[in-house]
């Protein structure tokens, strides 16, 4: 299986994100959408699974959860914006959830990818919208095999060629 990782769009889905996420089977959205219409467009991609994130305004918190827990090719995955736990990192993350075999995040922005206690992937796709904090946009691609341990990477966008 394939997924793909986006947070912090914050209303808007560049265009790259639709050749990066091509031929994927799932999205996640680690929160801060922005705008109903971004999960809509994501949908016509894949299904989504979404979070709510801090500054996403209340018609989406009241249709989105704070924590979303799936099931994906038999790995346990968390999804969370993480602001609840002030600067999220990974081994917070960890403790907070320590059933979870994939824990994704958004909030900081910053792309992130960990190993934590030597078999929790913990993944922040880094900020998908507007560039902040003098940070590149990016999103992540996760692979999901029974039976090995997920593969991940971190795609940026800027820069990006169109197909």
């Given amino acids: 299986m394939r997924l793909g990782v986006i947070s912090d769009t914050h209303g808007l889905l560049r265009p790259e994100v639709f050749a990066v996420f091509q ?20 949908e016509a991609i894949a299904p989504v699974t979404a979070v709510y994130g801090n500054v996403d305004p209340p018609g989406i918190r009241s249709r989105l959860p704070q924590v979303a827990t799936i099931e994906l090719d038999g790995f346990e995955l968390v999804v969370t914006h993480g602001d609840q736990f002030g600067h999220p990192t990974p081994g917070a993350l960890h403790e ?10 958004g909030h900081t922005h910053k792309p992130l990818l960990e190993l934590v206690d030597k078999t929790v992937t913990v993944m922040n796709p880094g900020g998908a919208g507007h560039p902040r904090f003098d940070l590149r946009p990016s999103v992540g691609i996760m692979e999901l095999e029974p039976g090995i341990p997920p593969r991940a990477r971190i795609v940026s966008l800027e820069g990006r060629q169109r197909d």
């Fill in 96 to 105: 907070a959830f320590p059933r979870a075999e994939i824990i994704v995040y």
């Fill in 23 to 42: 031929q994927v089977d799932h999205i996640v959205h680690g929160g801060d959408v922005g705008r109903w219409e971004i999960l809509i467009e994501l």
